[in-house]
């Protein structure tokens, strides 16, 4: 196996300049430089990474520690957390909290002690144990889709990063309110999630918009997974209160309302309009196609990275919630007729700070 000290022969150099060049830890001279990089490239020499970490104090790893990850949203933003990570040298190491509060801190433990130099983390409803560890040992960390108004141990505020969630989802209220719907009902999130409340408040804004009055009797939470939505949907259904279109507030819900449904021997569009919020690879397969509002899961996991690696530069910078857009695709499944798949261009994304300015 290639050695450090068969580099620093070959380039001409000491041990100890391939070092500072490997781990950037002293300027070297550009021509010494380019050397002992000819060296490692003619070599073939692979650096020991975990003796780099300890002539560097750093791992150049990030935690991620998000549920569900075999939900397709949160596993583009995997992909896009993954694909930010490796433009910038870091690797990651990735822990599913299970939407559990005594097992999020857990795992988050777990990812502190394996020394990462950051995390991004989805908290879950009942984040206060995850937070408290976070601000106690003043972790780097960035909140991701979920964002939180309080704050860790010592009063420290985190970045966030997320979707807009209640502009979308009053969009997709208004636009079958255009259609003629008065019985529009809602399929929400677990509670306790921000995204939960912020479409809850959407859906209610889109009401209001389109003069329709809010009924609680239309509301009904699936609890962000699809057995949870089949249960709410077929609840609905069965209500006095029998809606005529449905939106649901996440993929997952999207197929347990379709269960739930088909076992109510409906059909969509032609017995009642359903919109969803998250749109994922095979919602144009579905017959009829879905309408649905896009969220820039990629983009989300991409930009949560570069947050955490600017709060890595600069720790002591006011924490920051950036927002990105989403995209209204107007397919058929709200009752308008078929033809090709029209995706809505968004605003462009809002960067706030902890007051939302």
């Known amino acids: 196996m290639t050695t450090m000290a068969d580099v620093a022969r070959s380039a001409g150099v000491s041990v100890a300049t391939v070092s500072h060049v490997l781990n950037g830890t002293r300027p070297v001279l550009p021509r010494t430089r380019q050397a002992v990089l000819d060296a490692v490239e003619e070599l073939g020499y692979t650096p ?3 003796a780099r970490s300890l002539v560097t104090s750093r791992t150049r790893s990030i ?3 998000v549920s569900a990850i075999s939900n397709p949203y949160f596993t583009e933003i995997l992909q896009g957390v993954e694909a930010g990570a490796l433009e910038h040298g870091y ?6 909290p299970h939407d559990d509060p005594e097992h999020e801190r857990k795992v988050v433990q777990l990812l502190h002690e394996r020394r990462v130099e950051g995390m991004v983390v989805a908290p879950s409803a009942q984040p206060r144990e995850l937070l408290s560890y976070l601000g106690r040992h003043r972790v780097p960390a960035v909140l991701l889709d979920r964002v939180v108004d309080g704050s860790g141990g010592g009063g420290a505020p985190f970045d966030q990063v997320c979707a807009e969630n209640t502009e979308p989802t009053a969009r997709l209220v208004t636009h079958l309110a255009e259609l003629g719907h008065r019985r529009i009902a809602l399929v929400a999130g677990l509670p306790g999630l921000s995204t939960t409340a912020e479409r809850i408040t959407g859906y209610r804004h889109g009401l209001a918009a389109a003069g329709l009055p809010y009924d609680e009797q239309l509301l009904a939470h699936g609890d962000s997974e699809s057995a949870g939505a089949e249960r709410a949907t077929a609840a609905l259904l069965s209500s006095g209160a029998r809606p005529t279109a449905l939106v649901t507030a996440n993929n997952a819900m999207t197929i347990g309302a379709l269960r739930a449904l088909r076992a109510h021997g409906l059909s969509v569009p032609e017995d009642i309009a359903l919109c969803c919020f998250d749109d994922f690879a095979w919602a144009d397969l579905f017959s009829p196609r879905l309408t649905a509002i896009a969220q820039p899961s990629r983009d989300i996991g991409a930009r949560a990275v570069q947050v955490l690696l600017d709060r890595l530069a600069e720790p002591d910078r006011p924490a920051r919630t950036v927002r990105l857009p989403c995209a209204f695709v107007h ?14 261009r968004p605003e462009r994304g809002v960067l706030r700070d902890r007051r939302g300015r």
């Open 48 to 50: 020991n990474t975990l």
């Open 63 to 65: 935690g991620l520690a």
């Open 91 to 96: 690797s990651l190491l990735i822990a599913d």
């Open 331 to 344: 397919r058929t499944s709200c009752g308008c007729p078929d033809g090709p798949e029209r995706p809505e």
